[in-house]
């Protein structure tokens, strides 16, 4: 009885948070009235093989196993629109990695109308295009020997953060697709958390990483958090006890993508777009007035994709500790891990010679103008570009206006690779 309680009063206290100052922002905000584009909401629950297939896409499917036993779903669009699939045409092409934020899958680079999605505009301008799935997301839940759904395993498969995406994601993917493709180099884009794993894997591996990443380009990276403003992480950065609230109902998982809380929210979402919105604004808490409704709802029949606490609590302290560093295991265990009593701050001092195409939104309450200044300021020479637009975290991939995306590609075209 007592832990029901807990749990409902913890969901209700990060919902009510959320929900109170979110509608405040909208009423300031107004409603953008829906626009009718045709029959795209069928999108709405389709996997991503079958937008990619239904629009004339090749696809392909790539499991890749890390060095601690997960297995992660990589996807693949290796051509054009139209395009047969030709491994010795795709070859020839410079290949890019593009890897999701937070709570999100690879569905997000194909979330908004075809003619804006990232990963249909780089495959259309002649990029082989991989998509990464983190571990844990609905795409990657498998491991040689654990069960995510386990409850003897949960613990123990759910022990990760963006820390360990760095340490064995991150080069297990990259590996693979220079493995494959049979390249020296590559370009990577990421998105909010993505961003954060290759800040991470850039700072703890720079020499790894200058020798096989050509272009880094980050859509509202988040490293240091000190002006974040998004309810769900202070809420959580608050207290200690909410996250061992969390623990001791077994719970390891934030927001999974459970058929049953998906197709519940996909009704909602078809009904009123506007609680949507909250659910997005449940990570970012932005204005999501610049998207599209009709979009939102489509991306909304993908996400939550799931992630792991211990991401969450990661970032919340973070937050709490004004410093970017690695996860805060309590004194003594980190004093057994890093031989120091706090975590270790991740030095931007390490890295050298890299070029990162750094993009931030202004609306953006998770990765805020604030943070995206000091982490340019870190990276001194390596960010060879930094360009703010009116867009909060999530608008980076479904915005109305998406004409940011026109710089990003001019960037890329001009630090091109093979």
């Known amino acids: 009885g007592m832990k029901l309680f807990i749990g409902i009063l913890l969901v209700f206290l990060l919902s009510s948070a959320v929900a109170e100052q ?50 992660l779903t990589m996807f693949r669009i290796p051509g054009a629109k139209g395009e047969t ?27 908004h109308y075809e003619e804006e999605a990232p990963a249909f505009i780089l495959a259309n301008a002649g990029y082989d295009v991989w998509l990464g799935n983190t571990r844990g997301n609905k795409y990657s839940r498998e491991h040689e020997n654990l069960n995510p759904d386990y409850s003897a395993d949960k613990e123990k498969f759910w022990d990760f953060s963006f820390a360990e995406m760095a340490k064995y994601d991150v080069p297990s993917n990259i590996d693979y697709i220079l493995k494959e493709t049979g390249k020296s180099k590559l370009g990577v884009m990421a998105h909010s958390q993505g961003c954060t794993q290759m800040f991470i894997r850039m700072i703890e591996e720079n020499a790894w990483w200058k020798s096989k990443v050509a272009l880094f380009t980050s859509l509202a990276g988040v490293a240091r958090l000190d002006h974040c403003g998004s309810t769900l992480l202070t809420t959580l950065a608050s207290g200690q006890f909410l996250i061992e609230g969390i623990k001791k109902l077994g719970v390891y998982e934030m927001f999974p993508s459970e058929y049953l809380q998906n197709a519940v929210f996909s009704r909602v979402c078809k009904a009123f777009s506007i609680v949507c919105k909250l659910a997005i604004q449940l990570v970012a808490d932005e ?17 939550p994709s799931g992630c792991s606490l211990k991401s969450l609590d990661h970032f919340a302290q973070i937050m709490k500790a004004k410093r970017f560093q690695d996860y805060d295991y309590g004194k003594a265990k980190n004093q057994e891990k890093y031989g120091s009593d706090t975590p270790p701050e991740y030095e931007f001092s ?23 200044l000091w982490l340019k300021e870190q990276l001194g020479s390596n960010a060879i570009t930094f360009s703010e637009y009116k867009l909060g975290h999530m608008s980076f991939l ?12 001019e960037v ?5 690779w093979k």
């Open 350 to 372: 390490k890295v050298s010679g890299n070029k990162v195409a750094m993009f931030y939104g202004t609306a953006d309450l998770l990765a805020t103008p604030g943070d995206s």
């Open 398 to 409: 479904l915005a109305k206006d998406m004409s940011f995306f026109d710089e990003v590609m």
């Open 287 to 303: 204005d999501a007035g610049l998207d599209e409704d009709k979009r939102i709802s489509t991306f909304m029949g993908h996400y």
């Open 85 to 111: 699939r030709d491994e010795a045409i795709a070859k020839k092409k410079p290949a890019i990695f593009l890897q999701h934020g937070i709570l999100d899958s690879a569905d997000t680079w194909i979330m």
């Open 412 to 416: 890329l075209k001009a630090n091109t």
């Open 22 to 71: 979110s509608i405040k922002g909208y009423l300031k905000e107004g409603f953008e009235p829906y626009s009718d584009k045709g029959p795209e909401d069928e999108d709405f629950k389709k996997p991503f093989s079958v937008i990619c297939k239904d629009k004339g896409y090749a696809f392909e499917t790539h499991k890749v196993l890390t060095d601690d036993g997960y297995w």
